[in-house]
């Protein structure tokens, strides 16, 4: 079973900048779907970012494009996080889902349901003030 382990969350005052990172204790292949999503206390989860890797294909939700940039190398999923806001403060998680397609893997993402991500990591703290 693919353990993944986020690391990199802190606090940061808004305008600053983190980098997620995301390792996965295996090989996870060249068909899968790995995304970030955070959720803050009382709100529903939301996807942040996501890559198709066989294509490296990105995907982010509105509200960090242009901010968040998701990359992927050696296994590890990273984040980029620039020009942070008190909004982006959240709980954030690392997800697998390794079997996936270039029409699934953002339909799983938008969605941001649990159950199309087969791994999930425990999260990193974001807080921005």
């Known amino acids: 079973d693919v353990q993944l382990v986020e690391s990199g969350g802190g606090s940061v005052q808004a305008g600053g900048s983190l980098r997620l990172s995301c390792s996965a204790s295996?090989?996870?292949?060249?068909?899968?779907?790995m995304g970030w999503f955070r959720q803050a206390p009382g709100k529903e989860r939301e996807g942040v970012a996501a890559m198709y890797l066989n294509l490296l294909r990105t995907y982010y939700s509105d509200s960090v494009k242009g901010r968040f940039t998701i990359s992927q190398r050696d296994d590890i999923l990273y984040l980029r996080m620039n020009d942070l806001k008190p909004e982006d403060t959240a709980m954030y998680y690392c997800?697998?889902?390794?079997?996936?397609?270039?029409?699934?893997?953002?339909?799983?993402?938008?969605?941001?349901?649990?159950?199309?991500?087969?791994?999930w990591g425990q999260g990193t703290q974001v807080t921005v003030s």
């Open positions: 997800a697998l889902e390794p079997e996936s397609d270039y029409v699934r893997c953002p339909s799983a993402f938008s969605s941001s349901r649990r159950d199309l991500f087969r791994h």
């Open positions: 295996s090989f996870v292949g060249t068909s899968g779907c």
